[in-house]
């Protein structure tokens, strides 16, 4: 049986289901999460809706956050993870749930996926999580409702940088075609997602800015946690300094080291078509796309650098070799 087929299935014969989504939730993470919990709950499923962390301000427009949480009492007879490529990703809030003994849908589509679930409907080629969704929604009988297709663009948007990422298929433009025919404010949607940001963020722009390094065609940024903590900014991955950093156009990897709070080192890494970050990251223990991607390691700022740039150059070299 095809895996969307057997996703149906188990949906149609649990009553409760707790879905979750990746720890620094973005537009697709949250999208997909409540896009997906909402035609659920229309069906008269009860649904967790789980996550370690809260809904960012800039996405609370998103209909439906209110009920996120990082933790449930309805005892879900299923587990469905969404835009998380392993398990670590989904954090604390999934972890008692993936080892309960209930069947476990993953559904992403991340090149890095593992492949954790009971069922796995991974699609390297959708350019977001929520342009699978619909798909399975239809096969469930859910009608998309305007709040539903409000979620599922969001995702889109927020992956395809607003449609301009070569991972945009003719199947991306049908999905948003048709999220477009429920009356959803397209241009709503991008300027919450792209022109909202709190001012700190631009602050910790000027902080990485102001400190930039450049080797072959790397270019890259250093954030520690006391120089957060100056700004007032809380743990966030998602700011979006690594895409204006490869906006250079010397560069053609991009890379944001940013200090979190407990000590670790959060890296997010941008490439230009042709290059691919997923492997990298992938190499240390993180996921993502080839050309986006991250991941999360222990030490020093400087330790970090010193490992991380030279795997950077690496696959630089390793392209204008091929070439
Ligand atoms: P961003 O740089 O926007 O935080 O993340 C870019 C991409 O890399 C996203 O697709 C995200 O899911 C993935 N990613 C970021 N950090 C991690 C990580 O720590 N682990 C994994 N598996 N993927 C990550
Ligand atoms: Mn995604």
Redesign the pocket.
């Known amino acids: 049986m095809p895996p969307t087929e057997e996703a149906v299935k188990l949906i149609e014969a649990s009553e409760r289901i707790a879905i979750a989504t990746?720890i620094?939730p973005?537009p697709d993470a949250l999208g997909s999460l409540l896009g997906l919990g909402l035609g659920l709950q229309s069906l008269g499923k009860q649904v967790a809706f789980l996550c370690d962390d809260p809904v960012p301000t800039k996405l609370r427009f998103l209909p439906g956050g209110d009920a996120v949480a990082s933790s449930t009492d309805i005892q879900p007879e299923l587990f469905i993870g969404v835009?998380a490529?392993?398990v670590?990703?989904l954090g604390e809030s999934s972890t008692a749930w993936l080892s309960a003994g209930i069947p476990i849908i993953n559904i992403d589509h991340?090149i890095?996926n593992v492949n954790f679930g009971t069922i796995n409907l991974v699609d390297p080629q959708a350019a977001a999580t929520t342009e699978m969704l619909p798909a399975v929604l239809d096969a469930l009988g859910v009608i998309i409702t305007k709040d539903i297709a409000t979620c599922l663009a969001a995702g889109l948007v927020g992956?395809t940088r607003s449609f301009g990422t070569s991972s945009v298929t003719p199947h991306t433009m049908h999905v948003a075609a048709r999220l477009l025919e429920t009356g959803i404010d397209l241009a709503a949607i991008i300027e919450a997602v792209f022109s909202r940001r709190s001012l700190s963020v631009l602050q910790l722009w000027g902080l990485g800015l102001s400190n930039l390094h450049m080797d072959d065609s790397v270019i890259w940024t250093t954030i520690s946690a006391a120089k957060r903590r100056e700004i007032g900014l809380r743990d966030i991955?998602?700011t979006g300094l690594?895409n204006i950093l490869i906006s250079a156009a010397e560069a053609n990897i991009s890379a944001v080291l940013t200090e979190k709070s407990d000590g670790k080192i959060?890296?997010?890494?941008?490439a230009r078509p042709d290059y691919d970050v997923a492997s990298v990251?992938l190499s240390l223990g993180?996921?993502?796309?080839p050309q986006?991607?991250?991941?999360?390691i222990e030490g020093s700022l400087e330790a970090v650098v010193e490992r991380l740039i030279p795997l950077l150059k690496a696959q630089i070299a390793s392209v204008t070799e091929k070439g």
């Not at 959060?266 to 941008?270: A, C, N, P, T």
């Not at 993180?286 to 796309?289: E, F």
């Not at 986006?292 to 999360?296: I, M, N, P, S, T």
């Open positions: 990746h620094s973005d835009d490529s392993d670590e990703r991340h890095t992956d991955s998602d690594s959060d890296i997010s890494l941008r990251a993180g996921g993502g796309h986006a991607a991250g991941c999360l």
